[in-house]
């Protein structure tokens, strides 16, 4: 032997060897083979790839000698296949968890019904006709196995399963697949149709009490050796493994519990069967013990099924009341017992049995409950807050964002309720170091989150925090408490104690300056600010550096030769200003009164101050008030604003937000007139929004109007370009060249970018918006150049359509601030359908198709009575349609592109039957067919489920398209309403999918 052989052989040689696997037809010749290859401990092919190969190869149809296919042929290799199958099946005890998982449906099917055949059941009677407790024992059982495996295949039919993804198959193997699914579906078909026979049949075994026998390998070996009697009674009839009456209707009550609960979804009464034969099967299941051959159940899903029985019934025993506290929380939600529910969680943050996600979604059912109005459910929604909050800090967890909202207006209550959940749910003695921490962590960040004093002494000085803190960390939280105290905000209500200090000389400094902090009494005010100037000389406006008032009002104000006045007139305008900026009108209308009248002694200047800073207390008040209502203002409010917009004395500071205020108040109540024909032209020139606001007012009175009218419209908006526009910032080098260093925004427009958000964020007069929404479509169509994905408005027509400078504007800018103004207009008005549409179009254009259709869909909506009446053509254009298309399209949604391009003008069947023929569509397919009217679409439907080999949806198809409405020889107003009235479903059907 050469070197290289016998390299080759120590290789070889060395590898296992794999036993090669036995082919089905070495059984055929081997009676002994099959029971010998059962008994292996993994044998190959293991023996529910048997029962498919022998079932398969005994089904095979046969070619006779003129080629044509025939029936399988009844012969004795043929018997002998199915016989093999049947001993297989027994020697797995007919377990048809085992049978079911291994085999389709299919050859189940065909294995069943093998065995009714050589179990001498009747042919030709139904089941339910027969009286099982008559026939023999192995016959019996074949019946009520068959009927076991109909009712667990239709149950398990209605589970969702996940798709495998098609493999590259070739064209011969995805016939045999489409055929294999056309089989099963015609199958299920049946078994669905008989169902209540089935039921029947189970439900009549339970009145059997004597023992079954199901068939052996060895009674099916004497079945095929030895010819049966005439009445069917043999030997194998009671030689075969007995199964106890107690075990066998134990997994029948299992198998008629599932089918019942499957049918509670459409028939609630249903429910109540179930769960009895579920009760009954736990407790058949526990006399039976560990001693069940035949009787196969998941006592975790028997588990699942009791519980979720009992919740849907509102009838729980008593063992269930005890051993789960989720059905506890069910049956207290649905009694009303909100006291007994809250205890379960607060006894579960020591136990820690209920899982935190079971936990978050009783939370959420309570706050939805809520939010649709029932607001006696508030108290409970924070509760149950506290609790889940309370349990995520011992597990060191992040506490929610709803607790943090619920804290944000903190009452007595709810400290002393979330006190309680922290100290219930310690054991101090047992707890860790980790959740010790935890907890300490928690209580102090609450002492230093809430602003009012009084919540923050409750917890600080709570037993629990005292057992939790160390000596040094208990005295660093007390020092941060005093800080906080001598600055809190002026918003903050304050303590009674405060108040209940009399003033006299013998109380110190710092509390009568506390007091003055907290103050929004103007009389109170003056009488501390006297007191504390009586005890010493200081400047008492600097107590606070959260008073603020404008540079050119302090000004004037710190000239004051008195330094009480000074501080006085100080302190009540920062404390006006700040009322009115947290929309506190009422004490700001005090302080401000109070002011008023005390300049009005001395300083001509700082009356028309306080004149217009009251101007501006009314425009906010009545804006404020009006928006619900828009209700116009007063005439004399109009008036004041005119004169305001027109004053002239030049020693007067003016802050240029009221002159902004006053020009959006104008722009909003419709002074157009005003503004374009009577505002002085030095004051135009002198303020940006007088400016800004003539322009506007200007272009919309002139809408519509003629093109020659549109000069107005050319300069607003040559003044927005400017504004959206950049400036190069450019560096001479040292040998002289100029280099570009960075873009900046321009300074030559009349006001910042940011100032002219601040300012249209003022605006609510429609047409107004309109209006420069419009401009703003278009400077993004001109600057993003993109035809076919153009955003539209109304009154595009009235802008130019190029720019100059293109390379100067920035896009990006365009871009955000369109966005931004659309999302304001609709908070606004949600029901403006020119601005939900342009919305919509901006998702659409920036590949946000889901929100884009609900936007499209909304716009339909809102003029049309929710679609109970037409969609306005102007509104649902042939443009807005197809982009609804691609929408869907992109979405995978193709059913529905379908249904939509009937929509059109002229129906697009190339984009129709495109999106049909597409296999995967994530939309609900044949339930949507019922809102196809084109009868074209239905016939091209009818012939490519039949192409497919999809039965049962070719025979939706062909309800639809049957359906007299339809008939072409209809009259026209006929088939209009049949589309009218489908168009209706469709469009309600799509906006609960997409709102």
């Given at each position: 032997?050469?070197?290289?052989?016998?390299?080759?052989?120590?290789?070889?040689?060395?590898?296992?060897?794999?036993?090669?696997?036995?082919?089905?037809?070495?059984?055929?010749?081997?009676?002994?083979?099959?029971?010998?290859?059962?008994?292996?401990?993994?044998?190959?092919?293991?023996?529910?790839?048997?029962?498919?190969?022998?079932?398969?190869?005994?089904?095979?149809?046969?070619?006779?000698?003129?080629?044509?296919?025939?029936?399988?042929?009844?012969?004795?290799?043929?018997?002998?296949?199915?016989?093999?199958?049947?001993?297989?099946?027994?020697?797995?005890?007919?377990?048809?968890?085992?049978?079911?998982?291994?085999?389709?449906?299919?050859?189940?099917?065909?294995?069943?019904?093998?065995?009714?055949?050589?179990?001498?059941?009747?042919?030709?009677?139904?089941?339910?006709?027969?009286?099982?407790?008559?026939?023999?024992?192995?016959?019996?059982?074949?019946?009520?196995?068959?009927?076991?495996?109909?009712?667990?295949?239709?149950?398990?039919?209605?589970?969702?399963?996940?798709?495998?993804?098609?493999?590259?198959?070739?064209?011969?193997?995805?016939?045999?697949?489409?055929?294999?699914?056309?089989?099963?579906?015609?199958?299920?078909?049946v078994l669905k149709e008989q169902a209540d026979d089935f039921i029947m049949v189970l439900e009549g075994v339970l009145g059997i009490k004597k023992d079954f026998y199901v068939h052996t390998m060895r009674t099916l070996d004497l079945l095929a050796a030895e010819p049966c009697t005439a009445n069917g009674e043999t030997e194998c009839s009671t030689a075969g493994l007995r199964i106890s009456a107690d075990e066998l209707h134990c997994q029948v009550r299992y198998d008629l519990g599932t089918v019942f609960f499957q049918q509670g979804c459409t028939n609630p009464p249903c429910y109540e069967k179930a769960r009895e034969h579920f009760l009954k099967t736990r407790e058949l299941l526990s006399k039976l013990g560990d001693g069940a051959v035949h009787c196969r159940i998941d006592e975790k899903r028997l588990a699942g099924y009791c519980q979720a029985c009992g919740v849907l019934t509102g009838l729980s025993d008593a063992s269930d009341m005890q051993s789960t506290p989720m059905t506890q929380i069910h049956s207290f939600i649905r009694s009303g017992n909100y006291k007994g529910l809250i205890e379960i969680f607060l006894e579960d943050n020591l136990a820690l049995s209920l899982p935190?996600?079971?936990?978050?979604?009783?939370?959420?059912?309570?706050?939805?409950?809520?939010?649709?109005?029932?607001?006696?459910?508030?108290?409970?929604?924070?509760?149950?807050?506290?609790?889940?909050?309370?349990?995520?800090?011992?597990?060191?967890?992040?506490?929610?964002?709803?607790?943090?909202?619920?804290?944000?207006?903190?009452?007595?209550?709810?400290?002393?309720?979330?006190?309680?959940?922290?100290?219930?749910?310690?054991?101090?003695?047992?707890?860790?170091?980790?959740?010790?921490?935890?907890?300490?962590?928690?209580?102090?960040?609450?002492?230093?989150?809430?602003?009012?004093?009084?919540?923050?002494?409750?917890?600080?000085?709570?037993?629990?925090?005292?057992?939790?803190?160390?000596?040094?960390?208990?005295?660093?939280?007390?020092?941060?408490?005093?800080?906080?105290?001598?600055?809190?905000?002026?918003?903050?209500?304050?303590?009674?104690?405060?108040?209940?200090?009399?003033?006299?000389?013998?109380?110190?400094?710092g509390q009568l300056?506390?007091?003055?902090?907290?103050?929004?009494?103007?009389?109170?005010?003056?009488?501390?600010?006297?007191?504390?100037?009586?005890?010493?000389?200081?400047?008492?406006?600097?107590?606070?550096?959260?008073?603020?008032?404008?540079?050119?009002?302090s000004s004037v104000i710190l000239g004051i030769k008195d330094h009480l006045t000074m501080d006085l007139v100080y302190i009540l305008m920062a404390k006006g200003l700040h009322c009115m900026a947290i929309?506190?009108?009422?004490?700001?209308?005090?302080?401000?009164?109070?002011?008023?009248?005390?300049?009005?002694?001395?300083?001509?200047?700082?009356?028309?101050?306080?004149?217009?800073?009251?101007?501006?207390?009314?425009?906010?008040?009545?804006?404020?008030?009006?928006?619900?209502?828009?209700?116009?203002?007063?005439p004399d409010l109009v008036s004041r604003v005119r004169g305001y917009l027109e004053m002239r004395i030049h020693d007067i500071p003016l802050r240029q937000v009221v002159g902004e205020e006053g020009v959006a108040f104008m722009l909003n109540w419709r002074e157009n007139e005003y503004l374009t024909l009577q505002v002085p032209t030095s004051l135009v020139h002198k303020n940006p929004y007088v400016k800004l606001g003539q322009l506007l007012a200007a272009t919309c009175?002139?809408?519509p109007g003629p093109?020659?009218?549109?000069?107005?419209?050319?300069?607003?908006?040559?003044?927005?370009?400017?504004?959206?526009?950049?400036?190069?910032q450019h560096k001479r080098a040292n040998d002289g060249r100029v280099s570009l260093i960075k873009q900046r925004e321009s300074t030559l427009g009349i006001m910042p970018r940011n100032k002219f958000i601040i300012f249209i964020r003022k605006l609510r007069e429609p047409l107004v918006l309109t209006t420069l929404i419009s401009l703003f479509v278009r400077l993004h169509s001109i600057v993003r150049d993109d035809i076919v994905n153009e955003v539209t408005a109304e009154h595009l027509s009235i802008w130019p359509t190029t720019l100059p400078n293109l390379q100067s504007v920035d896009v990006e800018a365009v871009a955000i601030t369109m966005k931004e103004l659309v999302n304001y207009a609709l908070t606004l008005n949600p029901n403006n359908h020119s601005w939900l549409i342009t919305q919509a179009d901006i998702y659409f254009v920036t590949n946000q198709y889901s929100a884009a259709l609900h936007f499209y869909l909304q716009a339909g909506a809102v003029c049309s009575d929710f679609f109970n009446k037409?969609?306005?053509?102007?509104?649902?254009?042939?443009?807005?349609?197809?982009?609804?298309?691609?929408?869907?399209?992109?979405?995978?949604?193709?059913?529905?592109?379908?249904?939509?391009?009937?929509?059109?003008?002229?129906?697009?069947?190339?984009?129709?039957?495109?999106?049909?023929?597409?296999?995967?569509?994530?939309?609900?397919?044949?339930?949507?067919?019922?809102?196809?009217?084109?009868?074209?679409?239905?016939?091209?439907?009818?012939?490519?489920?039949?192409?497919?080999?999809?039965?049962?949806?070719?025979?939706?198809?062909?309800?639809?398209?049957?359906?007299?409405?339809?008939?072409?020889?209809?009259?026209?107003?006929?088939?209009?309403?049949?589309?009218?009235?489908?168009?209706?479903?469709?469009?309600?059907?799509?906006?609960?999918?997409?709102?």
């Amino acid at each position: 032997m050469s070197a290289e052989a016998a390299d080759r052989e120590a290789v070889t040689g060395s590898r296992p060897c794999t036993p090669p696997q036995t082919s089905w037809f070495e059984f055929l010749l081997d009676d002994s083979l099959l029971e010998s290859h059962l008994q292996k401990f993994s044998p190959d092919p293991m023996p529910v790839q048997l029962i498919t190969q022998f079932l398969e190869q005994a089904s095979k149809p046969s070619v006779n000698e003129q080629n044509q296919v025939q029936p399988p042929a009844d012969n004795r290799r043929n018997r002998t296949l199915k016989l093999l199958a049947l001993k297989v099946a027994a020697h797995l005890k007919w377990n048809l968890d085992v049978l079911e998982k291994g085999l389709s449906i299919a050859v189940l099917n065909m294995l069943v019904n093998e065995l009714l055949c050589v179990s001498k059941v009747p042919p030709g009677v139904k089941h339910v006709d027969l009286d099982l407790s008559t026939l023999p024992p192995t016959t019996a059982m074949a019946v009520l196995l068959y009927n076991r495996w109909a009712i667990r295949t239709t149950v398990q039919s209605s589970f969702p399963i996940k798709q495998a993804k098609p493999g590259p198959h070739q064209m011969n193997m995805l016939n045999h697949v489409q055929q294999e699914k056309e089989l099963t579906e015609n199958i299920l078909k049946v078994l669905k149709e008989q169902a209540d026979d089935f039921i029947m049949v189970l439900e009549g075994v339970l009145g059997i009490k004597k023992d079954f026998y199901v068939h052996t390998m060895r009674t099916l070996d004497l079945l095929a050796a030895e010819p049966c009697t005439a009445n069917g009674e043999t030997e194998c009839s009671t030689a075969g493994l007995r199964i106890s009456a107690d075990e066998l209707h134990c997994q029948v009550r299992y198998d008629l519990g599932t089918v019942f609960f499957q049918q509670g979804c459409t028939n609630p009464p249903c429910y109540e069967k179930a769960r009895e034969h579920f009760l009954k099967t736990r407790e058949l299941l526990s006399k039976l013990g560990d001693g069940a051959v035949h009787c196969r159940i998941d006592e975790k899903r028997l588990a699942g099924y009791c519980q979720a029985c009992g919740v849907l019934t509102g009838l729980s025993d008593a063992s269930d009341m005890q051993s789960t506290p989720m059905t506890q929380i069910h049956s207290f939600i649905r009694s009303g017992n909100y006291k007994g529910l809250i205890e379960i969680f607060l006894e579960d943050n020591l136990a820690l049995s209920l899982p935190n996600h079971f936990r978050q979604s009783v939370l959420r059912e309570f706050f939805q409950k809520a939010e649709q109005g029932n607001k006696a459910l508030n108290e409970v929604c924070y509760k149950i807050c506290a609790c889940n909050a309370v349990r995520d800090v011992l597990e060191g967890q992040v506490v929610s964002v709803q607790f943090r909202q619920l804290l944000l207006k903190p009452t007595k209550e709810k400290i002393d309720f979330l006190l309680e959940v922290c100290t219930r749910s310690l054991k101090i003695e047992h707890l860790s170091d980790f959740s010790k921490r935890n907890m300490a962590a928690f209580l102090k960040n609450l002492c230093q989150s809430l602003e009012d004093l009084q919540f923050v002494f409750m917890i600080s000085s709570h037993e629990l925090l005292m057992v939790l803190l160390k000596d040094d960390e208990r005295k660093t939280l007390i020092d941060q408490i005093r800080k906080r105290s001598s600055c809190i905000n002026l918003c903050t209500k304050p303590l009674t104690s405060f108040y209940d200090i009399p003033a006299s000389a013998s109380v110190n400094i710092g509390q009568l300056e506390h007091q003055l902090i907290l103050s929004v009494d103007p009389w109170r005010i003056r009488q501390i600010l006297i007191e504390l100037h009586g005890m010493t000389e200081r400047q008492f406006w600097r107590v606070s550096s959260k008073w603020e008032v404008p540079s050119d009002y302090s000004s004037v104000i710190l000239g004051i030769k008195d330094h009480l006045t000074m501080d006085l007139v100080y302190i009540l305008m920062a404390k006006g200003l700040h009322c009115m900026a947290i929309k506190d009108f009422v004490h700001a209308r005090q302080l401000f009164s109070a002011c008023l009248e005390l300049v009005t002694e001395f300083s001509p200047r700082l009356r028309q101050v306080m004149l217009n800073e009251m101007l501006l207390l009314d425009i906010s008040v009545h804006e404020a008030g009006a928006g619900s209502s828009r209700e116009r203002p007063p005439p004399d409010l109009v008036s004041r604003v005119r004169g305001y917009l027109e004053m002239r004395i030049h020693d007067i500071p003016l802050r240029q937000v009221v002159g902004e205020e006053g020009v959006a108040f104008m722009l909003n109540w419709r002074e157009n007139e005003y503004l374009t024909l009577q505002v002085p032209t030095s004051l135009v020139h002198k303020n940006p929004y007088v400016k800004l606001g003539q322009l506007l007012a200007a272009t919309c009175k002139e809408l519509p109007g003629p093109k020659e009218s549109r000069r107005t419209a050319k300069d607003l908006w040559e003044v927005v370009v400017q504004i959206c526009s950049l400036s190069n910032q450019h560096k001479r080098a040292n040998d002289g060249r100029v280099s570009l260093i960075k873009q900046r925004e321009s300074t030559l427009g009349i006001m910042p970018r940011n100032k002219f958000i601040i300012f249209i964020r003022k605006l609510r007069e429609p047409l107004v918006l309109t209006t420069l929404i419009s401009l703003f479509v278009r400077l993004h169509s001109i600057v993003r150049d993109d035809i076919v994905n153009e955003v539209t408005a109304e009154h595009l027509s009235i802008w130019p359509t190029t720019l100059p400078n293109l390379q100067s504007v920035d896009v990006e800018a365009v871009a955000i601030t369109m966005k931004e103004l659309v999302n304001y207009a609709l908070t606004l008005n949600p029901n403006n359908h020119s601005w939900l549409i342009t919305q919509a179009d901006i998702y659409f254009v920036t590949n946000q198709y889901s929100a884009a259709l609900h936007f499209y869909l909304q716009a339909g909506a809102v003029c049309s009575d929710f679609f109970n009446k037409t969609v306005p053509p102007d509104v649902y254009t042939d443009q807005v349609l197809k982009r609804m298309i691609k929408c869907c399209s992109l979405l995978n949604c193709h059913t529905q592109v379908a249904i939509l391009c009937q929509f059109l003008r002229e129906v697009d069947y190339m984009t129709a039957f495109k999106a049909l023929q597409e296999q995967s569509s994530h939309d609900a397919m044949d339930s949507f067919y019922d809102y196809i009217w084109d009868v074209t679409i239905l016939e091209y439907l009818t012939h490519i489920h039949h192409k497919r080999g999809e039965a049962e949806k070719r025979q939706i198809a062909i309800k639809a398209i049957g359906q007299t409405e339809l008939n072409a020889s209809n009259p026209e107003d006929v088939l209009q309403l049949a589309a009218q009235k489908r168009k209706k479903k469709f469009l309600q059907a799509m906006a609960k999918l997409y709102f």
